[in-house]
């Protein structure tokens, strides 16, 4: 038998910090991967993983990609949480001929030719949940974010749809990173009674508030999620074990839950430890096991290329992976990928109620999609223009 070829993978994510948990389940994805590409006979290479970790300093980010691309050798870097240290590494991958591989939901309104977008887009996430709630529950929105990127570009996308669509947004309020003192927030929402919560915290702050809500619906039936429900695109399986029962009832959308009933995620499920299953699989760990799929059909597909031409032999076939087979967007590196809509169960699981009929087509820009939901529409704000 051959020996095999080994290739060095970058490993970029910090486990420590307020967002310890989603990087936590994209660092787990992608070493799963990587030994499960290992010990495939099938497999002509062995990827031997470089670990970086920021330790939730996001000033780090950029020197530590730059060590994995030039000390270690590495051409693909399976990493990144927030959109702010994705940013950070951005120029240092493009000033070379590698590639970042982005396992995590995010806001859009980006394109790299060096990144691979391995997670939901806006047109993926927040526009198929509030096409979901209003109808169901009313058009008085109320939303709470980390005071970040994240949580800014998802309340402002949610108010212009909101808008459009002839509802109202009661309030806005962002939260520091990590910060858990968000009982005016809790109470603000009590006076104003919204329709719904959609809900962009992260990590700490957002189990604070969570918490905080589920103890207001229990002391006042009129917040049960029955009535005024919690809307999440970024709360996952390994959180809502953490904090359960508080978001039973309340509702998230993701490309992945473990809850999946597809041949592809029960093989996938029975594969990985044990240990890991009952600590929950969220769509963070799926992606960024997806995206060493990725690299790996890359690799086979074209080994002696660069690494963007790995990329490009990927476009052309469609990998097996636990969200399915999976087609890369030939413009702009961002994933076509299926939007299910699940509900927070008493156990810390979700059920799985919603599924796209095929894979939605990443919009990152916005530039195809209908920014309104149901039948009223407010026209768009007239936009002044230059008459020559």
């Known amino acids: ?4 070829i080994r290739v060095p993978v970058g490993i970029l994510f910090s486990r420590s910090g307020s967002y310890a948990g989603p ?10 991967a990587i030994e499960a590409v290992n010990a495939d006979p099938e497999s002509r290479f062995e990827l031997r993983p470089v670990v970086a970790d920021p330790g939730g300093n996001t000033d780090r980010y950029a020197p530590l990609a730059r060590k994995l691309l030039v000390e270690h050798g590495v051409k693909h870097i399976v990493g990144c949480t927030t959109s702010w240290s994705r940013k950070e590494v951005i120029p240092v991958i493009e000033k070379t001929d590698a590639l970042l591989w982005y396992p995590c939901m995010y806001e859009g309104f980006e394109a790299s030719e060096n ?3 391995v997670g939901a887009c806006s047109n993926q996430h927040v526009l198929p949940i509030l096409e979901f709630a209003m109808p169901a529950f009313g058009d008085k929105g109320f939303l709470v974010g980390s005071n970040y990127i994240w949580g800014w570009e998802t309340c402002r996308l949610a108010r212009e749809v909101i808008g459009r669509s002839g509802g109202v947004v009661l309030g806005e309020r962002q939260v520091s990173l990590g910060d858990t003192d968000i009982g005016h927030i809790v109470e603000e929402i009590r006076r104003k009674r919204p329709d719904f919560i959609l809900n962009s915290l992260v990590g700490p702050s957002s189990y604070a508030f969570l ?5 207001l619906g229990e002391e006042d039936p009129d917040f ?3 009535r005024r429900p919690v809307l999440s695109c970024n709360f996952l399986e390994n959180e809502m074990r953490e904090i359960a029962p508080a978001y039973e009832g309340n509702f998230t959308t993701a490309i992945y839950f473990q809850a999946l009933e597809t041949a592809d995620n029960r093989a996938f499920l029975a594969s ?14 799926a992606q960024a096991y997806a995206s060493v799929l990725l690299i790996r059909a890359g690799l086979e597909a074209a080994e002696q290329a660069t690494a963007t031409a790995q990329l490009e032999a990927v476009k052309a076939l469609r990998p097996s992976t636990p969200l399915g087979p999976l087609t890369i967007d030939p413009a702009t590196n961002h ?8 509900r927070g169960t008493a156990d810390g699981r979700y059920a799985v109620f919603h599924h796209s009929r095929e894979a939605v087509a990443p919009d990152p820009f916005l530039s195809r999609t209908p920014l309104t939901v149901g039948a009223r529409q407010t026209p768009a704000p007239a936009r002044l223009r230059i008459v020559p």
Request: aromatic content about 8%.
């Open 272 to 285: 990985l430890d044990p240990a890991l299953v009952d600590g929950g699989i969220s769509a963070c760990f």
């Open 1 to 4: 038998m051959a020996e095999k």
């Open 115 to 117: 990144v691979v977008y």
């Open 23 to 32: 990087a936590g389940q994209g660092y787990a994805g992608a070493l799963s």
């Open 224 to 226: 049960l999620p029955a």
């Open 211 to 215: 918490k905080a809500y589920r103890a």
């Open 335 to 342: 994933l076509h990928a299926p939007v299910h809509i699940a």
